[in-house]
């Protein structure tokens, strides 16, 4: 069974602090997201990573930045946090031989005050 | 531009009417069409695929290529079936995901 973990389901930040999501998978997958959901916006694409120290912007990732500087881990980073910012935040891994269909993490929910 | 367009925000049915969540696209090319589902406290999901013409949980979805639509149905619903569903889109690796059905099932 797939395993994606995040490492907080639950974070209070205050506007300006920088705020680290981590995200760890194990099951050796090539590629990994990072989405948020808003109610009547579904799932929008932060950035994403085909590979180690490879990333790709998505939808929106004005505000944030991520690294993968390990196959399993992959962080997405706000450098400075706007209560805009607010947020479910999911990660996502997919590869193998089912590279089209994306395994998830159980979601952060951010406050950003 | 590749898009997925769900036009119901909430779908609220009685236990044992029939279902259907529709799901539109549009996408240059053969697309690889999803439903992924989020139960209440539960992470989201895969729920099927096109490709694999299974009948999950009662639910199937039909690729219809010359209306561009993916619609899922089951005949008889179920009080937990009660959820969030996505319809989703495959392109490069990547999945582009509809703003979401929240399916509501009234005893």
């Known amino acids: 069974d797939v395993k994606v973990t995040q490492s907080s389901r639950y974070l209070v930040k205050r506007t300006g602090e920088k705020v680290f999501l981590e995200c760890v998978q194990d099951?050796?997958?090539?590629?990994m997201f990072w989405y948020r959901q808003d109610p009547g916006l579904g799932l929008r694409l932060i950035y994403f990573s085909y590979d180690v120290k490879m990333k790709e912007k998505g939808d929106i990732p004005e505000g944030y930045s991520v690294s993968r500087e390990k196959k399993e881990r992959f962080s997405l980073i706000l450098e400075s946090a706007s209560t805009n910012q607010t947020s479910m935040y999911l990660c996502a891994s997919s590869g193998g031989g089912s590279k089209n269909i994306q395994y998830f993490g159980a979601g952060t929910r951010l406050s950003v005050l | 531009a590749q898009r997925v367009t769900q036009p119901e925000k909430l779908l609220s049915v009685f236990k044992g009417a029939p279902v259907e969540l529709k799901c539109n696209y549009s996408?240059?090319?053969?697309?690889?069409l999803f439903w992924y589902v989020q139960y209440s406290r539960q992470r989201l999901q895969l729920l099927l695929r096109h490709i694999s013409r299974e009948s999950i949980k009662g639910f199937t979805a039909d690729l219809n290529k010359g209306e561009t639509s993916f619609h899922l149905k089951k005949p008889f619903a179920q009080e937990e079936d009660s959820a969030m569903y996505y319809c989703a889109l495959s392109s490069a690796s990547k999945i582009i995901f509809g703003s979401g059905t929240r399916l509501s099932i009234r005893p």
């Open positions: 099951m050796d997958h090539e590629n």
């Open positions: 996408y240059s090319g053969s697309p690889e």
